[in-house]
């Protein structure tokens, strides 16, 4: 079981170029995560797949930010016209999708974006 | 809506002296599943302890903590601190409805000799 994987795992954009961010959960997996990990902010949910489909995205910043999830083995995260306040390291996390909500969730190594 | 209160920015112990980490949290819902998860350098953030039931210890790797409703706390606690300690800890909290894990600010502890 290789975990969670994210690619790539550091990226450098200038401002307002584009970002895509690449997630494969673990197989079996049915619910995906997105967060972005900051100093101020700490661990800030962005959005949630559930069997592929989105389910929260309240914490996505709506104008610039995007998920999708095309396949049961890969989400991307994407950013449009990226900003230096967009840099932070965005993790990506599965769980085997618990109902009941007691569901361990399992983070990968994250993608730290760098936004000159 | 939701949310969660950890200890502040930096907490930097002397090896041997206990650990408390303070969590907190707040919500509508009468029965939410609290998590704390420890992230170390340089590796992904990982579950280190979860519990759903009232005043109920739950223990792993010699941390443990105790959901307490009545103050709506979860603290994590050990009794000696190790140099392999030191990492950034987050406590979370999440609905019995299924729904995503909201996390705290985060709380690195420093383990010095």
């Known amino acids: 079981n290789a975990g969670v994987i994210q690619t790539p795992r550091h990226k450098v954009t200038g401002k307002g170029q584009e970002a895509t961010l690449w997630c494969e959960p673990i197989?079996?997996?049915?619910?995906v995560f997105w967060y972005r990990q900051t100093i101020v902010q700490g661990l800030e949910f962005l959005t949630y797949?559930?069997?592929?489909?989105?389910?929260?995205d309240s914490g996505m910043p709506k104008e610039r930010f995007s998920a999708q999830m095309p396949n049961q083995s890969h989400s991307t995260l994407k950013i449009q016209s990226t900003q230096p306040q967009d840099s932070a390291v965005y993790l990506c996390?599965?769980?085997?999708?618990?109902?009941?909500?007691?569901?361990?969730?399992?983070f990968g190594p994250g993608t730290r974006l760098t936004v000159l | 809506g939701d949310s969660v209160t950890q200890t502040e920015g930096l907490v930097t112990l002397t090896e041997g002296l206990p650990v408390m980490l303070n969590c907190t949290y707040q919500?509508?819902?009468?029965?939410?599943?609290l998590f704390w998860y420890v992230h170390y350098l340089n590796e992904s953030p990982r579950l280190l302890l979860k519990?759903?039931?009232?005043?109920k210890r739950t223990e792993h790797q010699g941390f443990h903590a105790t959901l307490h409703k009545s103050s709506s706390s979860f603290h994590l606690q050990k009794s000696s601190a190790q140099l392999s300690d030191s990492a950034l800890y987050y406590c979370?909290?999440?609905?019995?409805?299924?729904?995503?894990?909201?996390f705290g600010t985060g709380t690195k502890l420093q383990v010095v000799p």
């Open positions: 996390a599965s769980s085997l999708g618990d109902w009941g909500g007691y569901a361990e969730q399992f």
């Open positions: 197989s079996g997996h049915s619910a």
């Open positions: 797949f559930r069997n592929q489909a989105p389910i929260d």
């Open positions: 919500t509508i819902y009468s029965n939410p599943f």
């Open positions: 519990s759903s039931t009232d005043n």
């Open positions: 979370a909290l999440t609905r019995n409805s299924g729904t995503y894990q909201r």
